[in-house]
């Protein structure tokens, strides 16, 4: 991995300001971009696994924990009883962002399973 996509999880890993986590956790506000860019990381993560390449374990649990509070962010942005929205988010958006961390990280799954064997 190269150092930008390392920075980017580690960022997004504490929520720092600026990062996609940070921005969702302290603004309540969603960027697609920075999103995105994640996305491409954790691809990059994917591709490596599928094609036999070493990937460092912390990365990849990196890359689980900022997955994770994302689902969690964004259920409890969208339960009604929540005082907060999230800004820039529809009902459309968010289901896309769903289905967009279900394929790649069912995808992740499988990769990494099969690494392991």
């Not at 190269?2 to 960027?31: K, Y």
């Not at 968010?94 to 399973?113: C, G, K, M, N, P």
Request: glycine letters at 4%; charged letters at 25%; hydrophobic letters at 40%.
């Amino acid at each position: 991995m190269i150092t930008s996509d390392v920075d980017l999880l580690e960022r997004n890993s504490r929520a720092q300001p600026g990062s996609m986590l940070g921005l969702l956790w302290s603004e309540n506000s969603f960027d697609r971009k920075l999103f995105d860019e994640y996305c491409v990381v954790a691809e990059s993560i994917n591709t490596k696994l599928d094609t036999g390449v070493e990937v460092d374990p912390h990365l990849v649990a990196m890359s689980f924990f900022v997955y994770s509070e994302i689902l969690k962010l964004l259920v409890f942005h969208f339960n009604p009883l929540d005082g907060y929205e999230i800004e820039n988010m529809t009902e459309e958006r968010y289901l896309a962002i769903l289905e967009t961390l279900d394929s790649l990280f069912e995808r992740h799954r499988v990769s990494a399973s099969r690494s392991a064997d």
